[in-house]
């Protein structure tokens, strides 16, 4: 598993000012997929994992799509800043 494929992007300051933010919980979400990503490399028929994984990628999804309706602008960077692909449903 590599411990260092996380998104250290989020600074300290930011995380303890608003750790509801939209941002925060995506970046939460992403740290939680890479790692889950990673995990899978080494064990391939961990099911239950895989359901989380699902899970997590649903829940991300959904706040991406709020924030996209809501501040397109933050949208794209935070998209960039993560490097996430863009959702093709709309």
Same mark, same amino acid.
Do not use: A
């Given at each position: 598993?590599?411990?260092?494929?996380?998104?250290?992007?989020?600074?300290? /300051?930011?995380?303890? =000012?608003?750790?509801? &933010?939209?941002?925060?919980?995506?970046?939460?979400?992403?740290n $939680?997929? @890479?790692? !889950?990503?990673?995990?899978? /490399?080494?064990?391939? =028929?961990?099911?239950? &994992?895989?359901?989380?994984?699902?899970?997590?990628?649903?829940? $991300?999804? @959904?706040? !991406?799509?709020?924030?996209?309706?809501?501040?397109?602008?933050?949208?794209?960077?935070?998209?960039?800043q993560?490097?996430?692909?863009?959702?093709?449903? @709309?």
């Amino acid at each position: 598993m590599v411990k260092n494929s996380f998104i250290p992007v989020i600074s300290q /300051e930011k995380k303890e =000012k608003n750790p509801g &933010s939209v941002e925060f919980q995506i970046f939460k979400f992403t740290n $939680r997929i @890479r790692r !889950l990503t990673s995990h899978f /490399e080494l064990h391939r =028929k961990d099911y239950l &994992s895989q359901r989380g994984l699902r899970k997590i990628l649903g829940k $991300r999804q @959904r706040l !991406l799509s709020y924030l996209s309706k809501k501040d397109r602008i933050r949208y794209k960077k935070l998209i960039n800043q993560f490097d996430i692909r863009e959702s093709q449903i @709309r």
